[in-house]
Structure formats: structure tokens, C-alpha cells
């Protein structure tokens, strides 16, 4: 059974830092999508930022220059370094994954982290 399990958040002034970590354990074989997504109370769920295993990034429009996601491959790790943080990056946020556990053929389960709290208040 895969598990992703995120740490990292907490309480943090406007315009300060957070590191979010994530770590996948469990039978894995391969990991396509690495991404981060985010829900406020009374709001959907949003994509945040994305990795895929050739190194590529990508981000939401409202965190871009602000955020950095980062993959360790050989750690099946993924963090997500927000910086300048603003009140409304305040929400959950979620670990996301496609891992793939069969040794025979390549086929990806999606995976979520059970979630952790930033807040951005002063």
C-alpha cells in the first residue's frame, strides 16, 4: 500500500516562509505526477504546482514567482517552498501523486496526502 504523508505546516506571518515536504513510501516502482494542491474553507480544491518525473514544473498564476516545487527521485520526495506568503494562500494543503507499483507493467494509481494547515495571518 502507497502512503503519502505531508509535514511542514503551521502559523506564518504575511510575507513570510513555509516548506512544505512530502514523502511517498510503500511498494513504488515509478512516480509520474508530483503536485501540490490547496483547499479554503468554502472553497474547491486547486492545483497549485505540478512536477513530472523529467523535471518539469508548473505553477497557478497566483503563486508564480512566490512558490517553488522542488522532487528528490531518489528520495520519492516533493517539497513546495512558498515564499512572500499573502493571507490568501491561507488553506490545506494536499500531497498528489501517480505511482505506479507493478513490477510488470506500468500503470499509475493516483494517491493523496492526508493534508496540513498553512495559515497566513498576523
Known amino acids: 500500500q502507497v502512503q503519502l504523508a505531508e509535514s511542514g505546516g503551521g502559523l506564518v506571518q504575511p510575507g513570510g516562509s513555509l516548506k512544505l515536504s512530502c514523502a511517498a513510501s510503500?511498494?513504488?516502482?515509478?512516480?509520474?505526477?508530483m503536485d501540490w494542491f490547496r483547499q479554503a474553507p468554502g472553497n474547491p480544491r486547486e492545483w497549485v504546482a505540478g512536477?513530472?518525473?523529467?523535471?518539469?514544473?508548473n505553477y497557478v498564476d497566483s503563486v508564480k514567482g512566490r512558490f517553488t516545487i522542488a522532487r528528490d527521485n531518489a528520495k520519492n520526495m516533493v517539497s513546495l517552498q512558498m515564499d512572500s506568503l499573502k493571507p490568501e494562500d491561507t488553506a490545506v494543503y494536499y500531497c498528489y501523486a501517480t505511482i505506479s507499483s507493478n513490477p510488470h507493467w506500468t500503470t499509475y494509481q493516483e494517491y493523496w496526502g492526508q493534508g496540513t494547515q498553512v495559515t497566513v495571518s498576523s
Open positions: 512536477t513530472r518525473v523529467d523535471g518539469s514544473t
Open positions: 510503500g511498494i513504488i516502482i515509478s512516480i509520474n505526477h
